[in-house]
T-cell receptor, first 112, second 113 residues
Framework: DQQVKQNSPSLRVQEGRISILNCDYT??????FLWYKKYPAEGPTFLIS?????DKNEDGRFTVFLNKSAKHLSLHIVPSQPGDSAVYFC???????????FGAGTRLFVKA | GAVVSQHPSRVICKSGTSVKIECRSL??????MFWYRQFPKKSLMLMAT?????????EQGVEKDKFLINHASLTLSTLTVTSAHPEDSSFYIC?????????FGPGTRLLVL
């Protein structure tokens, strides 16, 4: 049962344009969502998170939007840079449970 | 930010031997650590939750006798792959929870010949 879904395995974007990575979840108990960035042969690094009481969280070039009614969240990167090329994992968990459920990841390619 | 280290970063071993991977939280105490495994082009699969001072909690389908986890202190958890087989070859990643965020180690690439 895939509770966190990233339906796009890859995304190609031109440098300077906006990258939008999407994520859907099925478990309504999730109340905290995270995005991680991962380079090959490295562990994931935390990027940005959002609590279910918010619908938007912004940190520099990165903004995460949460639509609870649609059980959907997205990560916007603007402007995209070649160094942003990596695999992005969407993750979710619920209060009282430290277990984090990850999506399958989306590989972002930013072309110069 | 918080730092989690893993050692070794890469290991090659013969089939039938055991391999120990260490995970350390360097600047914070972690009562709970997690061990993940990543298959090629797949997501991170949670293997087990490591609890300091008590037994680890394994996810369904993960053999606890094969993947031994010890969380001896608030900064160290170890994963031992016992009697390794080629199918155990994978990328193993640990993480520790600091405040609200999980921090991940750099991963250990295991190759079993």
């Amino acid at each position: 049962d895939q509770q966190v879904k990233q339906n796009s395995p890859s995304l190609r974007v031109q440098e300077g344009r906006i990258s939008i990575l999407n994520c859907d979840y099925t478990n309504s108990m999730f109340d905290y969502f995270l995005w991680y960035k991962k380079y090959p042969a490295e562990g994931p690094t935390f990027l940005i998170s959002i609590s279910s009481i918010k619908d938007k969280n912004e940190d520099g070039r990165f903004t995460v939007f949460l639509n609870k009614s649609a059980k959907h969240l997205s990560l916007h990167i603007v402007p995209s840079q070649p160094g942003d090329s990596a695999v992005y994992f969407c993750a979710a968990r619920w209060t009282g449970g430290f277990k984090t459920i990850f999506g399958a990841g989306t590989r972002l390619f930013v072309k110069a | 930010g918080a730092v989690v280290s893993q050692h070794p970063s890469r290991v090659i071993c013969k089939s039938g031997t055991s391999v120990k991977i260490e995970c350390r939280s360097l600047d914070f105490q972690a009562t709970t650590m997690f061990w993940y495994r990543q298959f090629p082009k797949k997501s991170l699969m949670l293997m087990a939750t490591s609890n300091e001072g008590s037994k680890a909690t394994y996810e369904q389908g993960v053999e606890k006798d094969k993947f031994l986890i010890n969380h001896a202190s608030l900064t160290l958890s170890t994963l031992t792959v016992t009697s390794a087989h080629p199918e155990d070859s994978s990328f193993y990643i640990c993480s520790a929870t600091g405040e609200e965020t999980q921090y991940f180690g750099p991963g250990t690439r295991l190759l079993v010949l």
